[in-house]
């Protein structure tokens, strides 16, 4: 892969990139770079990836491959230039909780031959144990519906989980008990860690008609304010979109299965269909840079083209 | 017993015209119609037309469709008259009722 941004790409992008969020064209292909505020600092330099929404099982004409488009995903991951340390995998490992749909992604997945953090999506609470099955291969060691923390090379990272338990009427949902384990695991980190937030709907209303929003997330989002650098990625719309409040950074990541139309720019949210040599521009993955000091977090997304 | 088994005939005869089955769409992340009004016995059938999974699952999870994908069907007769609220499991925002007199 190339470095998509060089100095004066920064530089022309920078005056209009407000928020935090750069775009660079590099190789004819679009990229997106962002940064988080350089107010924290990870001890030592490493990368991680994320990819999201692999819905193993989806058949439908927006692509009726996704194990092929999963494994390009692998194959670029394979093709950075530095090893990630592991992969966060965003939500929507599968499209309808199967065990067999499970079972196919995880054997695919282990093709990463790296260390996989997992937080479901609605795609995987659909059996009847709402998740249970997830659990059960993918969310061994975590606490309650997969809840999970971890800390790798200074960061703090924090897996949270807002597919389950939704309520008529109302969009994404953490629940009580899941924010006061959070306020609990915090309460030990201090406010120079890095913290990086993992979940497969976003934190933030991206657009409230198409449930594109987490009800209760400003109590979670409340415990994170007095980080210095606060980096919260996740799935879901099967599109890249950022946003910067304060501390917090968020940024949802495209999908290795299929499209989703922008907010609000179809009649609904589902698979959006595009000609199939123009299908792996709109699907990718994301590579995470953090650097020793007090270089900000670089977010590189790579479509599968 | 011989003149039981017309009866019974007619009876099985009569059923269906009594216990009348009505459709709700499930298309473009909506219910349509979003509120049914039927007799009490009615069954109501939902069928999925989205490329994407939804549910019908009631308010107060009486019933529950399981993941429905695309062309999936789920059926539930309406017995006694009330107001049944449901919504899609996946997709909270949908939201709909069947209205039982």
Request: proline letters at 7%.
């Amino acid at each position: 892969m190339t470095d998509p941004i060089d100095r004066r790409g920064f530089l022309r992008c920078a005056g209009w990139a407000g928020g935090g969020a750069l775009y660079a064209v590099s190789g004819g292909m679009l990229s997106s770079v962002s940064f988080d505020e350089a107010l924290a600092a990870p001890a030592r330099a490493f990368t991680f990836a994320q990819i999201s929404d692999s819905h193993i099982g989806f058949d439908k004409p927006a692509n009726p491959d996704v194990k092929a488009t999963l494994r390009a995903a692998i194959a670029k991951l394979h093709a950075l230039p530095t090893k990630p340390d592991f992969v966060l995998h965003t939500g929507d490992i599968s499209h309808l909780s199967t065990e067999a749909q499970f079972a196919e992604a995880q054997e695919i997945l282990s093709e990463i031959g790296l260390p996989i953090f997992f937080t479901p999506g609605e795609h995987d609470t659909l059996d009847d144990g709402g998740g249970a099955l997830y659990l059960a291969r993918f969310g061994k060691g975590t606490k309650g519906a997969g809840w999970q923390s971890f800390d790798h090379g200074g960061v703090h990272f924090v897996g949270l989980v807002n597919v389950v338990g939704l309520q008529a009427g109302g969009m994404a949902h953490l629940g009580p008990e899941q924010i006061a384990w959070l306020k609990n695991d915090l309460a030990a980190v201090r406010s120079s860690t890095p913290l990086v937030v993992f979940v497969h709907i976003p934190l933030w209303t991206v657009w409230e008609p198409w449930g594109w929003g987490t009800d209760d997330a400003l109590p979670a989002l409340a415990l994170m304010r007095r980080f210095g650098s606060v980096t919260v990625l996740n799935g879901h719309i099967h599109q890249i979109l950022q946003k910067s409040e304060g501390n917090i950074t968020f940024h949802t990541a495209r999908s290795t299965a299929y499209p989703q139309p922008a907010p609000g720019a179809a009649p609904a949210p589902g698979p959006l269909k595009v000609p199939a040599d123009q299908l792996p521009a709109v699907l990718g993955v994301r590579e995470a840079r953090l650097t020793r000091g007090r270089a900000p977090i670089a977010l590189i997304d790579s479509s599968l083209a | 017993m011989r003149l039981v088994i017309p009866l019974v005939l007619v009876l099985a005869l009569a059923t269906p015209a009594l216990a009348a089955t009505r459709q709700v769409d499930i298309a473009n992340f909506n219910f349509s119609p979003p509120t049914l009004s039927v007799p009490a016995g009615t069954t109501v059938q939902w069928t999925n037309t989205d490329d994407e999974p939804h549910t019908v699952t009631a308010r107060d999870r009486s019933f529950h469709s399981g993941a429905l994908d695309t062309s999936g069907k789920f059926a539930f007769t309406f017995a006694k008259p009330g107001v049944y609220a449901y919504f899609c499991s996946l997709h909270p925002h949908m939201t709909g009722q069947v209205v039982v007199k």
